[in-house]
């Protein structure tokens, strides 16, 4: 009996105690106990991720406030999009990720690319060599085998005749044509434009080169914060070396010329049109008034109207400059945060050595590397993607504004169907972030073995006190 009474006085004691640790203990908050197995997934109506869903859903994507200015009735291009250069927010746009032929609007990307490496003032003998593979039909500046050209004066060539050829010098100098596609994929790349595939440099039509509205507005952004870049693309004349002499060349942008009867926009500072039978006709354009830039990009109008693309870009520019103030972005032009899982790959816009072939391959296997990795989903990643394309920014250079994700939320107008998340990095934030966090039960095993332990050692010393203790007879 007293051997009884006095373990329940020790249980008594134990079970005091171990209220007494549960009561001092932290309890669990619900957040702390749910992040380790139920990670939360971004807000449906958060910035990023209506960034990156948006402009992948089809039709076209606005948010006016009252009073704001409609859209243009008369476009009818494929693609298209209006952006802030300066703050990259996308103010409206129409299957911005529609991948398309870019014609040689492509050689927007080029220039960004490969502009760095070459020194302006640098001279270069073309060969025969340099002008091997030039496609049928292509557009031509004129360069000749055995002429000796500044680096500068091959850029005119580019950017005001659209020279094939001028771009085949360009790309001989900079490490070669395989070595500049390898290049050009890693910077489309690294600029999050993600529905790009390069496979001609000069933007002539190939087998699965592809790129979309939003692609080439963020290679036209980037290549605005360049002061070489934009004093080729808004030069509207100029004098090209001949073997006699110069001779006059005249940009091919008819918005910058005015040839053509089309009517020359007040501020534009280019960037870059294109045609071929297979992309139709394609432009980016910007135009400065004060200190506000805008951009736009016009893939493959449809209505047949005569200069249809210049007139298209024109409505587009106009509406973007009185809607200012009066739209929340839908998107942004900015590239996604770094994906952490994405592996280590080739510097961005270094000419890779050791051979252009070897360079390529290289690189299509650190390519092939990082899709098989990302099968989970990738942030802004379209529904399909080309062979040799595809990865999450690892960085970025160049870029020219920096700053969070644009994009508050208001009323949205819409046309078009269908629907489609955020990419999967999105999910794989919110996880990690949980796997960082306690649950309930790493609260609640402390607590049961600090009781169980206390139990077990008043229980002993209770039955140990009762055996020292004499018997009464």
Known sequence: MIIRSVTRSALSGTVALATGLLVLLPAPSPAAA????????????????????????????????????????????????VADAGTGDVLAAHDAHRRLPPASTLKTLFAVTALPHLSEHARHTVTEDDLAGIGEGSSL?????????????????????????????????????????????????????????????????EPGQVSSAYDLAVFGRTGLASPEFVRYSSTAEAQF????????????????????????????????????????????????RGDRTLLVTVMNPQSGAYQAVYEEARS?????????????????????????????????????RGGARSGADETERILRTERKQRTEGT??????????????VSGV???????????????????????????????????????????????????????????????LFGVRAARRRPRRR
């Open 34 to 81: 749910s992040t380790r197995t139920e990670p939360v997934p971004p807000a449906a109506g958060s910035s990023r991720a209506a960034d990156r869903a948006l402009l992948y859903e089809p039709g076209t994507r606005v948010r006016p406030a009252p009073g704001a200015p409609s859209l243009p009735s008369d476009v009818s291009a494929l693609s298209w999009l």
């Open 241 to 288: 070396p001949g073997d006699k002499g110069t001779y006059g060349i005249q940009n091919t942008n008819r918005l910058l010329s005015g040839a053509g009867g089309v009517e020359r926009y007040p501020g534009l500072i280019g960037v870059k049109n294109g045609y071929t039978s297979r992309a139709g006709n394609t432009l980016v354009a910007a135009a400065r």
């Open 141 to 205: 500046v004129g360069v000749i085998p055995g002429q000796s050209y500044r680096v500068a004066d091959l850029w005119r060539g580019v950017f005001l005749s659209s020279g094939n050829d001028a771009v085949r010098v360009l790309a001989a100098m900079n490490g070669g044509w395989d070595s500049t596609v390898t290049q050009m994929r890693e910077k489309a790349r690294m600029l999050g434009a993600l529905d790009t595939h390069v496979v001609s440099p000069d933007g002539y039509d």
């Open 316 to 352: 587009l520019l106009d509406w973007g400059f009185a809607a200012e103030g009066q739209v929340t972005p839908v998107g942004s032009l900015r590239p996604a945060p770094a994906d952490p899982v994405t592996p280590p790959r080739l510097r961005a816009g270094k000419p890779v």
């Open 397 to 459: 250079v160049g870029e020219p504004m920096t700053g969070a994700l644009g994009g508050a939320h208001g009323p949205e107008v819409r046309s078009g169907a269908g629907a489609s998340g955020p990419g999967g990095r999105e999910g794989r934030e919110a996880a990690a972030a949980g796997s960082g966090g306690s649950g309930g039960s790493s609260y609640l095993m402390p607590m049961v073995v600090i009781g169980a332990a206390v139990l077990a050692a008043l229980a």
């Open 379 to 392: 942030e802004g990643a379209g529904p399909t993607e080309p062979a040799g394309t595809g990865g999450t």
